[in-house]
Structures are given as C-alpha cells and as structure tokens.
T-cell receptor, first 115, second 110 residues
Framework: EAGVVQSPRYKIIEKKQPVAFWCNPI?????LYWYLQNLGQGPELLIRYENEEAVDDSQLPKDRFSAERLKGVDSTLKIQPAELGDSAVYLC?????????????FGPGTRLTVT | RKEVEQDPGPFNVPEGATVAFNCTYSNSASQSFFWYRQDCRKEPKLLMSVYSSGNEDGRFTAQLNRASQYISLLIRDSKLSDSATYLCVVNKAAGNKLTFGGGTRVLVKP
C-alpha cells in the first residue's frame, strides 16, 4: 500500500515569492493534516481536514497561508508571500478517521528554504 | 511553558546498554500518549502507544505517570539502528490533535 505522497520534496525560493505544496493521502483516509517542523523541534499542526472540511485551522497563519482539499482527497498548502522564517519542513499526514484512536501516517515532507 | 517538554539530548549510549528518558506534559486533560520515532531527515513514525498500565514492545517499554504528568521510554539492549530522535506525543480528547515534544536524540555507538 502506498504511503502519503508529497511533492516537491525540496523547494528553494526567494522571499516574497509564492510557493505551493501538494499532498496525496493514503487511499481511504478521510482525515488529512498539515504540520510544520522547524529544525530541532517537533511538528506543529497547521490545519486538519475531515474530508473536504477544515475542522481545525486555528494555528494556520491566515494572512499568508492557505490550504484546500477540494474533493476530500488531495490537498494543497500555499504560502504567499513567503518570508525567511517560513523555512522549515512541511509535513502532511493522514488517518482513517479523526478520532484519537486512529494512527497518523506522515509523508516524507517538503523541505522549504526561503532565501 | 511548552505543553510537552523533552530533554533534547543527545543521549550517547553504548551498544547493548539500556537508556531511558522522560517527557513531561502540562495539560492534565490529555488522554492519549505516544512515542514516535524520527530518523534524520525522515518523517515521524509511530513507535508505540503508552497505556496507563505501562506497556512493552520487544526491547521498548513505555510508562505513564498521570499523577506527575510524565511518560517515559526505556530501550534495552540498544542497537545501532535505535539511533534516532524520539518524539513524545500527547493527544487531547477533542479530536485527533497531536502535540509533539521537541524530541530526544539518542545516539547508539559501537
């Protein structure tokens, strides 16, 4: 069974440019998460989707970050404009359901460098 | 104060030795607890859940102390392949929202 797929794996952009990350969750997983992980720290949740609905976006900096999951499967996370402090790894995860008993499976992440 | 705190390490462990480390959490409403493992430049992967009665999975033993609000992980007979960062994770009751600690780095050396 394929795991969570993310692309691109690496991205280097100049500050003030836009950037987008794509995630394809494990087939059948209704719940999708985007996390941000800074060097030497644990992942921090940005947004959680149940199917196509964003049920928790309280940690998403909405002035520059946006996300969508139009058909309840793939998801895109966008940053516009990017700032130097956005350099981090952006991880996508998915789970069968939104309850705490469901294991979250992580993708390999997109490593963003903003110069 | 961070919700989940860990000693960042590194814990330098001779191969075959035992290593143990803790994680403290601040929210007494936390319901579920986990240890995730993250290799360098890789994604986190679930290592084991932590149950109130304590649980063991091979060489790994996890304990939960709700009164003192900490969980622990013990690795026996350490292998070189155990070298990784171990992330303490706490889940509150409302939804599958994981809060990660900063991780404890373990280096097993020959």
């Amino acid at each position: 069974e394929a795991g969570v797929v993310q692309s691109p794996r690496y991205k280097i952009i100049e500050k003030k440019q836009p950037v987008a990350f794509w995630c394809n969750p494990i087939s059948g997983h209704n719940t999708l998460y985007w996390y941000l992980q800074n060097l030497g720290q644990g992942p921090e949740l940005l947004i959680r989707y149940e199917n196509e609905e964003a049920v928790d976006d309280s940690q998403l900096p909405k002035d520059r970050f946006s996300a969508e999951r139009l058909k309840g499967v793939d998801s895109t996370l966008k940053i516009q404009p990017a700032e130097l402090g956005d350099s981090a790894v952006y991880l996508c995860a998915s789970s069968l359901g939104g309850g705490e008993s469901y294991e979250q499976y992580f993708g390999p992440g997109t490593r963003l460098t903003v110069t | 104060r961070k919700e989940v705190e860990q000693d960042p390490g590194p814990f330098n462990v001779p191969e075959g030795a035992t290593v143990a480390f803790n994680c403290t959490y601040s929210n007494s409403a936390s319901q579920s607890f986990f240890w995730y493992r993250q290799d360098c430049r890789k994604e986190p992967k679930l290592l084991m859940s932590v149950y109130s009665s304590g649980n063991e999975d091979g060489r790994f033993t996890a304990q939960l102390n709700r009164a003192s609000q900490y969980i622990s992980l013990l690795i026996r007979d350490s292998k070189l392949s155990d070298s990784a960062t171990y992330l303490c994770v706490v889940n509150k009751a409302a939804g599958n929202k994981l809060t990660f600690g900063g991780g404890t780095r373990v280096l097993v050396k020959p």
